[in-house]
């Protein structure tokens, strides 16, 4: 079954704790991209790949970083998380990111406390 | 980036009524897409639009693009319980390759 898998679903952390929130997708799209969902705020976008060992920044980068070291991998990470990054966050990949539907994973929920 | 204002934010319908959301833009689109997100769950693509004028179909569903593609519409004919959701537009930025959403419009439908 194409699918976009995040771990984890649900994560509760401290303020400073480095975490990482994975994403992998097996329908071998070249594009993959990180969004946080606030509310009234809608989805904005993180981090982007368009393919390996390429990223750029989206809307809202800072506090986070990205790497993409393998085409099903896209991995999302916080150094030093903050309470203002609780969020819902969405990773999703298409097959070129030119003009293509976006398949988003399931998300995950992260409270910093 | 450039953003798509949508409208309304909220909708709330008796089910059986029509509803529209609608998404603007001060700039010309090169496409637009629309996704839907159910209560608890993720988005998910309903469909492209990318000529101008562009008119598609889904059962119930109605999507416009506009003559000068600065502004999409999306019509439910007749809703149902399980319309209920979060309607989002995206728009593609200049270089293609990232999508800017909008904030959505969630639909509320009672039976």
């Known amino acids: 079954e194409a699918q976009v898998t995040q771990n984890p679903r649900y994560l509760i952390t401290v303020t400073g704790k480095k975490l990482t929130v994975t994403c992998s997708q097996n329908m071998n799209h070249e594009y993959m991209s990180w969004y946080r969902q606030d509310p009234g705020l809608g989805l904005r976008q993180i981090y982007y790949s368009m393919n390996v060992e390429v990223t750029d920044k989206g809307d809202v980068p800072e506090g986070y970083k990205v790497s993409r070291k393998e085409k099903r991998n896209f991995p999302l990470i916080l150094e030093s998380p903050s309470p203002n990054q609780t969020s819902l966050y969405f990773c999703?990949?298409?097959?070129?990111?030119?003009?293509?539907?976006?398949?988003f994973g399931q998300g995950t929920r992260l409270t910093v406390v | 980036g450039q953003q798509v204002m949508q409208i309304p934010q909220y909708q709330h319908v008796q089910e059986g009524e029509d509803f529209t959301t609608y998404c603007n833009s001060s700039?010309?689109?090169?496409?637009i897409q629309w996704y839907k997100q159910r209560p608890g769950g993720h988005p998910v693509f309903l469909i492209q639009l990318v000529k101008s004028g562009e008119v598609k179909k889904q059962k119930r569903l109605t999507f416009q693009f506009g003559e000068a593609k600065k502004n999409s519409s999306l019509h439910i004919t007749a809703t149902q319980t399980t319309d209920v959701g979060t309607y989002f537009c995206a728009r593609s930025t200049n270089s293609g390759y990232a999508l800017n959403f909008g904030k959505g419009t969630s639909l509320l439908v009672t039976p």
């Open positions: 700039t010309t689109l090169s496409n």
């Open positions: 999703a990949s298409s097959r070129t990111g030119m003009n293509t539907e976006a398949f």
